[in-house]
């Protein structure tokens, strides 16, 4: 299995996303900083450019990641989607925040 279906069985436990999906695309992947986070996820719902301030691009020496993708629907809204993953996890990600965003 690829990373991308394990993005996709996480996003079937979003009730407005289930069945709806028509495109996934990986946008970035970061270190997880639980302290800088939220900086992160009010960059990407004001649309401003990622503010990388305390998430560093790459792979993690503690082994926590957030991934960011990209979904389309099949009645054509947009999301942005961010998830946990972490080694501990073996490759199971957690959804953590759904963004809806403008074309």
């Known amino acids: 299995m690829d990373y991308d279906e394990y993005i996709l069985r996480a996003l079937k436990a979003v009730p407005e996303l289930r069945g709806e999906i028509a495109h996934l695309a990986h ?20 649309g401003q ?4 301030t305390g998430q560093s691009e790459g792979k993690s020496d503690f ?19 961010t998830f ?3 080694n501990a996890l073996e490759q199971d990600p957690q959804i953590i925040d759904l963004i809806p965003i403008k074309p």
Do not use: C, H, M, W
Request: no cysteine.
């Open 27 to 46: 946008v970035r992947s970061l270190n997880f900083n639980q302290v800088t986070y939220p900086q992160l996820l009010e960059s990407l719902k004001s």
């Open 49 to 52: 450019p990622l503010q990388l």
């Open 63 to 81: 082994g926590e990641y957030v991934e960011i993708y990209k979904i389309t629907t099949k009645n054509g809204a947009f999301y942005l989607a």
């Open 84 to 86: 946990y993953d972490s």
